[in-house]
T-cell receptor
Framework: AQKVTQAQTEISVVEKEDVTLDCVYE???????LFWYKQPPSGELVFLIR??????QNEISGRYSWNFQKSTSSFNFTITASQVVDSAVYFC???????????FGKGTSLLVTP | DGGITQSPKYLFRKEGQNVTLSCEQN?????MYWYRQDPGQGLRLIYY???????QKGDIAEGYSVSREKKESFPLTVTSAQKNPTAFYLC?????????????FGPGTRLTVT
């Protein structure tokens, strides 16, 4: 079975603070894929990143960075110098050869205040 | 503009009525998906379709039905057999079958049944 755990239900930070959203996953698949999505108040999920299980290289995209560690089964997401527009619910998701679609965590609601 | 459209954004129905949610994509994607989102929860898969005229049940298919007669369209019918139909419904698509591809989401339909 596949499972994604996002232990942080809600996080509140002040603008310009750095914030890390945690994601821990469980899978028995050798090949699997991890994703992060952003859901702003409008409701539509926005794709942020995909990482496959063979690529542990960290990635940076502007103020966003992702840290993938197979040893701890984690795929954490850091926003540097947060902005009010970053306020949203962020979902981590997992897919693998034993499944057919995405398995989502319950999401972390991030509130960035001015 | 390429994308996924869902209509309507808000839908209200009386208990006991069937209702059909629309999902159309012009991304030329083969695979399409329906998810349900409840407050404070992640997304749960209802149905998915990898090719035209073929679809499979997801984790919570009871009380729902779908069709895939055209590549662009994947309507979801919420039947009166669905015990708790009030939820936010999200349609998604991916370029091809297979778990490695990211899914792109529509804006969602918020269904309220009273």
């Amino acid at each position: 079975a596949q499972k994604v755990t996002q232990a942080q239900t809600e996080i509140s930070v002040v603008e310009k603070e750095d914030v890390t959203l945690d994601c821990v996953y469980e899978t028995r698949d050798t090949t699997y894929y991890l994703f992060w999505y952003k859901q702003p108040p409008s409701g539509e999920l926005v794709f942020l990143i995909r990482r496959n299980s063979f690529d542990e290289q960290n990635e940076i995209s502007g103020r966003y960075s992702w840290n993938f560690q197979k040893s701890t089964s984690s795929f954490n997401f850091t926003i540097t110098a947060s902005q009010v527009v970053d306020s949203a619910v962020y979902f981590c998701a997992l897919s693998g050869d034993s499944g057919y679609a995405l398995n989502f965590g319950k999401g972390t609601s991030l509130l960035v205040t001015p | 503009d390429g994308g996924i459209t869902q209509s309507p954004k808000y839908l209200f129905r009386k208990e006991g009525q069937n209702v059909t949610l629309s999902c159309e994509q012009n991304l030329n994607h083969d695979a399409m998906y329906w998810y349900r989102q409840d407050p404070g929860q992640g997304l749960r898969l209802i149905y998915y379709s990898q090719i035209v005229n073929d679809f499979q049940k997801g984790d919570i298919a009871e009380g729902y039905s779908v069709s895939r007669e055209k590549k662009e369209s994947f309507p979801l019918t919420v039947t009166s057999a669905q015990k708790n139909p009030t939820a936010f419904y999200l349609c998604a698509s991916s370029i091809a079958r297979g778990v490695s591809y990211e899914q792109y989401f529509g804006p969602g339909t918020r269904l309220t049944v009273t």
